[in-house]
């Protein structure tokens, strides 16, 4: 399967153990198509209440807009960002979103509206654990949630036969 920009999907290879895509452009029009791609994978590959799965792909989105706003603003091109999704036992998703640029501290007094600025707040409530990292490399941001369960891939499979993809 490829995804944005015929990038390689490579899930089909390895089922609900991981996503990725990488190098994606740092664009606001790719948060909202890797934030499909991103709920469609969650949804196949894991059973999830609807308030649990919205939260997870709120937590991811909110990682990615960042990026997309915030990592490149001096730079007179977008730079890239990064997501990779894995799944390990016992029941954790772990959600990495980096990106290359550089970490703009938020100065409150220039702040011109008073309802941005919560998303790492924002983050961190949707999310068992949120850690931000920040180095002159770029920024990471890792999301994790315990006690998710994945379902067995011979069901992925076979649901994926029967009635085709879901609707979010």
């Not at 934030?35 to 989105?61: G, M, T, Y």
């Not at 036992?89 to 979103?97: F, G, H, R, Y």
């Not at 409150?108 to 309802?115: K, S």
Request: proline share 5%; net charge negative.
């Amino acid at each position: 399967m490829t995804g944005i920009d015929g990038r390689v999907d490579v899930t089909d290879a390895v089922g609900a153990g991981c996503f990725r895509r990488i190098g994606i452009p740092a664009t606001l029009t790719h948060v909202a198509q890797l934030r499909f791609e991103f709920s469609d994978w969650l949804c196949r590959n894991f059973a999830l209440a609807p308030q649990k799965a919205s939260d997870i792909v709120l937590a991811v989105h909110e990682a990615l807009a960042n990026a997309a706003e915030f990592a490149y603003i001096t730079n007179a091109q977008h730079g890239v960002m990064h997501l990779r999704a894995d799944y390990n036992q016992p029941e954790t998703l772990t959600v990495t979103i980096a990106d290359e640029g550089r970490w703009r501290i938020r100065d409150p007094a220039t702040e011109q509206d008073p309802t941005r600025g919560r998303g790492i707040s924002l983050m961190r409530a949707l999310a068992d654990r949120a850690v931000v990292e920040s180095a002159p490399s770029g920024t990471q941001v890792r999301l994790q949630w315990n006690h998710i369960r994945a379902i067995p891939q011979t069901e992925v499979d076979a649901w994926q036969t029967s009635d085709g993809p879901r609707t979010h």
